[in-house]
Structures are given as C-alpha cells and as structure tokens.
C-alpha cells in the first residue's frame, strides 16, 4: 500500500498570504497524484488532477506541481472561502489511498 | 451536471448490517466506476473499494474484505454499499464517487463525490 504522507498537518494564513502544501508518496506514483479541498460539513472537490491538471471550475489561484514522490499544492492569495482542508490523493495503484489531511485556517 | 444522491442517515446496533444507496444522474452511469470513501469524525479519508457498474465487477480494500459488498441496479442508475457486522468502529460518513475506468497500469482521479451518509452504530 502506498502511504502518502501531508505537511504541514495545519497551517493559519492571512487573507492574501501564499499557501503551500506537501504530500509526499512513500513510492514513485508518477503523476497519479489528486488534490481535494473540504470543507466543513461537505463532501471532498477535486481540484487538481494529475499533479499539476486543474479541474473545471477551480478557480486559477490553485495550482499543483510535482511528479515521482514529491508533490505541491499552492494557494496564490489565500481568499477567506478557502479555509477547508486538504487532501491529496493517489490513484497509481490499488488500494487507493489519502494524504491525512492540511487543515488551513483564515487569521 | 453530475449528480450522486445517497440515502439518509442510519443508525445501527453492533453486529447488524447497513445498506447505503447511491444514485447517478447527469452522466452514463455504467460509464464509470463507483468507488466508496468513508470518514470518522474528525478523521481523514479511507477508500473501502470500487464497483465497475456495467460488468459488476469489485474489488475491495482488505481491511474491509468479507464484510463489505458492493452492487448495483444498472435500470435505476444505483449502486449499494452494504457492510455486515458492525463495530462502533464503523461509525463514520460514507460516501459514494465517481472515477473513470482503471487500465492496466492505474486508475484515474475520483472527480464527483455524492453528500455523504452518516452511519452511526451503538447499542
């Protein structure tokens, strides 16, 4: 099974401020690797696929980079509406398995 | 737009069994995969297995191996999660998602997830 492993576990941040995320595979999953953002009360929202793919509707100030065993989420000017927390996610072999989670609070 | 609408909410003693429902519109849904996520409270997320709606195939996470039973009803669009003898343990929101068909070398991302199912399991 691979273990994908999120820093920081939390992380508060100012309105306008940039936010970086961290997940790292504990093997090479090539760029299978997904990001959701959840907020309290909801269900997961994709919102990047495949490392650095932005899915539909997600707004441009998320992005993702990476590949191999080391992957990014970046928040450029955090907004109040993105408190939520993080996921990420791998999809290169069963069973699929989550990241523990970044929870970002607004200051 | 894609839809997945679960059941409500269920409450059930240790040792019974739960049968959360999923279903599908705005797409095909033997099309896709359905994959079943669970979350405890406060806790991150655990993927449980998957179901390919149109040939019925699954395949589960060990940890749920011999308690968990996924099918579907291809005429109304719905898959079932079923999980038999319960633990306190299992107490947690389950949810259904969707994810395109796995090839030979990996699967794709899960992209919409139904609201979620609170299954609560105490005597």
């Known amino acids: 099974e691979i273990v994908l492993t999120q820093s920081p576990d939390f992380q508060s941040v100012t309105p306008k401020e940039k936010v970086t995320i961290t997940c790292r595979a504990s093997q090479s999953i090539g760029s299978s690797l997904h990001w959701y953002q959840q907020k309290p009360d909801q269900s997961p929202k994709l919102l990047i696929k495949?490392?650095?793919q932005s899915f539909s509707g997600v707004p441009a100030r998320f992005s993702g980079s990476g590949s191999g065993t080391d992957f990014t989420l970046t928040i450029n000017s955090l907004e109040a509406e993105d408190a939520a927390t993080y996921y990420c996610h791998q999809s290169s072999s069963l069973p699929r398995t989550f990241g523990g989670g970044t929870k970002v609070e607004i200051k | 737009q894609v839809q997945l609408v679960q059941s409500g909410a269920e409450v059930k003693k240790p040792g019974a069994s739960v049968k959360v429902s999923c279903k599908a519109s705005?797409?095909?849904?033997?099309?896709?995969?359905i994959n079943w996520v669970r979350q405890a409270t406060g806790q991150g997320l655990e993927w449980m297995g998957w179901m390919n709606p149109n040939s019925g195939n699954t395949g589960y996470a060990q940890k749920f191996q011999g308690r968990v039973t996924m099918t579907r009803n291809t005429s109304i669009s719905t898959a079932y999660m079923e999980l038999s003898s319960l633990r306190s343990e299992d107490t947690a929101v389950y949810y259904c998602?969707?994810?395109?068909?796995?090839?030979?070398?990996?699967?794709?991302?899960?992209?919409?997830w139904g609201q979620g199912t609170l299954v609560t399991v105490s005597s």
């Open positions: 705005g797409y095909t849904f033997t099309s896709y995969d």
């Open positions: 998602a969707r994810a395109g068909y796995c090839s030979l070398s990996s699967c794709p991302e899960v992209d919409y």
């Open positions: 495949y490392a650095s």
